[in-house]
């Protein structure tokens, strides 16, 4: 234990053994854990129905702090994106999508991504390193509590978090499950686990230990409908073929807060977007036995990728044949694209370790506004 423990990195067991490491009773942990996320508090002395001593022991060996805010970008359609400094010149995205009747924070799980999905920006940056607990939750914490300040609301904004930002959570399994377990609990944001959605790209193992762990919504990228395409696409399929995450996938329904599991597909211009690929999904997911939806997301292209987006007409046939066959499917409405927030854009700034060269050439994030740690910068005022 010393100064240096930033107590976003805690769910409530966690700041528990921690309070309880300082001579403390448990229960100190419930009443800490309010002030930090139900209230955003992150000065100590504030903490007011804590005992003087401990507010005193908390200044010595703990603080609460957010990630440094880069740049914030407000969209025409209210769409935020929040650029964070994670340290080491790299940097991870957050996006807040605002709609009537839900507020929907998009979160970053890596500095890069290892998994290199061909239509995937985050992926042809390469890996830099997973974030930790705090770094997860800290997205959350600023945007709920800055969001809340400017629009002078006291209830909560952020109803659903969707973990399909930056890097393949599953792939950072031990930082992810606290923050989850952060994310669901009534003394912190409260959110259902219906309304926390996993985005994988299928690492198997790691589907069946979150069932078991710490079950919220499912969604899985699949965008192939066959192991020789989805291999190109998503070089993860080389180590977890289809027909075993297809498996996974309906071993995880036993445990999901809902009945069916979300498959995301990117339309590829000529690539996976043909009426023989929708044929193929069909038998795949009925032969299979899994319960499903799908939600089609029109690519969003960047010049490195050599990837076009599918025209409009041939999305809506895609979607038109998967209903036929009785399944449900949604065509992904595209949000913040001016402010290159939209799926696969987020391509935040991450130094490669893995492939430096290739890094991406032209970012065109602008850097409205710096802010200091843990200081809200003004999304009123940016366009
Ligand atoms: N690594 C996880 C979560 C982050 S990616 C995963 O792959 O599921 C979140 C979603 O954005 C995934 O479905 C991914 O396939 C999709 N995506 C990635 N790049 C995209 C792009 N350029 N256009 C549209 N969607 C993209
Ligand atoms: Fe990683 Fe997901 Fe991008 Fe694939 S789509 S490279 S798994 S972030």
Redesign the pocket.
Known sequence: MNASTNLLDFDLEGLAAFCEALGEKRFRATQLFRWIHQRGASDFEQMTDLAKSLRGKLAGTAHVTALPVISQQLSADGTIKWLFDVGDGNAVEAVFIPEDDRGTLCVSSQAG?A?G?R?????HQGFSRNLSTGEIVAQLWFAEHFLRKHLNRDERIISNVV???????LQNYAALVPALRTMLDDNAYGLSRRRVTV???GVVPMIDRLGQDCPVAL???L?APNDALRDDLVPLNRKYPLEELLAACKRYLAHAPRDFITF?Y?MLDGVNDQPEHAQQLVELVRSQGVSCKFNL??????PA?GLLRSPQARVQAFARALGDAGIVTTVRKTRGDDIDA????LAGDVKDRTRAAERMAQRRTVVLHKARPGVAADATQEH
Not at 119 to 123: A, K, L, M, P, Q
Not at 342 to 345: K, L
């Open positions: 991504c998994v999905c239509f995937c920006s985050t992926g973990m399909m930002g930056m890097g393949e959570p985005s994988t790209s969604a899985v990228s965008h995301e990117c997301i029109p690519f969003n292209p960047f990728s939209a799926c696969g854009q």
